[in-house]
């Protein structure tokens, strides 16, 4: 078992940035990938960034690529989304996600926990 939650989101002016936090527990962190995944209104859940174990290895979304800095920490048993140069049209839930098996995937249904999702605003 694996428990999510997500920190950090708000409402900020388009061009500024806010970075994301999820606190995981349970399993150990350090043996499984994580990804953070959005949804904006009336849109579908789709994929923003993922990371392997080790953290040395990420994917990104071509829509948040070179704006979005996905990384972890094992020992705060912590991933992050540094999200910087923010558009109107990243306004969403985001949402993180354990995968215990692959190395970090693009498909939701590739993930096995995700958290509660924290919502981002950025206004014009």
């Known amino acids: 078992q694996v428990q999510l939650r997500e920190f950090g989101g708000g409402l900020v002016q388009a061009g500024g940035s806010l970075r994301l936090s999820c606190k995981a527990s349970?399993?150990?962190?350090?043996?499984?990938?994580m990804g953070w995944f959005r949804q904006a209104p009336g849109k579908e859940r789709e994929f923003a960034a993922a990371?392997?174990?080790?953290?040395?290895?990420?994917y990104y979304a071509d829509s948040v690529k070179g704006r979005f800095t996905i990384s972890r920490d094992n020992a705060k048993n912590t991933v992050y989304l540094q999200m910087n140069s923010l558009k109107p049209e990243d306004t969403a839930v985001y949402y993180c996600?354990?995968?215990?098996?692959?190395?970090?995937?693009?498909?939701?249904?590739?993930?096995?926990?995700w958290g509660q999702g924290t919502q981002v605003t950025v206004s014009s």
């Open positions: 996600a354990a995968d215990l098996i692959y190395s970090g995937s693009e498909n939701e249904d590739d993930y096995d926990y």
């Open positions: 990371i392997n174990r080790s953290g040395g290895t990420t």
């Open positions: 349970g399993r150990t962190f350090s043996s499984y990938a």
